[in-house]
């Protein structure tokens, strides 16, 4: 991606910590996403990650991670919201992407 000025363009995504942390380094610009659940915002920005993508029942049991990511400038990816109330509470809270398996 370096080679075609792609980085800005790219995002990468993990459930492995130590796959974030290398992509972090070999690609700086790129917007590098972990998918777990046992980050918080702050140890998240500490790793130079930059979207904390997990599901929404770890938001719901951390609901101030949401805006403490959003103060960090970390993008708030949700998935699989299936319940219509549980998008409503994710679009409430301003995520930034919500992914769902419902077609």
Not at 38 to 52: D, H, K, R, S, V
Request: negative net charge; aromatic residues 10%.
């Amino acid at each position: 991606m370096k080679r075609y000025g792609l980085e800005q363009k790219i995002d990468y995504h993990a459930f492995s910590l130590v796959v974030c942390q290398r992509l972090v380094e070999l690609t700086p610009k790129s917007n590098i996403g972990y998918l777990s659940k046992n980050l918080t915002p702050a140890q998240l920005a500490g790793y130079g990650i930059t979207t904390m993508s997990y599901n929404v029942a770890t938001y719901e049991l951390n609901p101030s991670w949401i805006p403490q990511a959003q103060a960090l400038g970390i993008n708030v990816n949700v998935w699989t919201p299936s319940e219509a109330s549980r998008f409503i509470e994710m679009i409430n809270q301003s995520v930034d992407v919500i992914g769902s398996d419902d077609t």
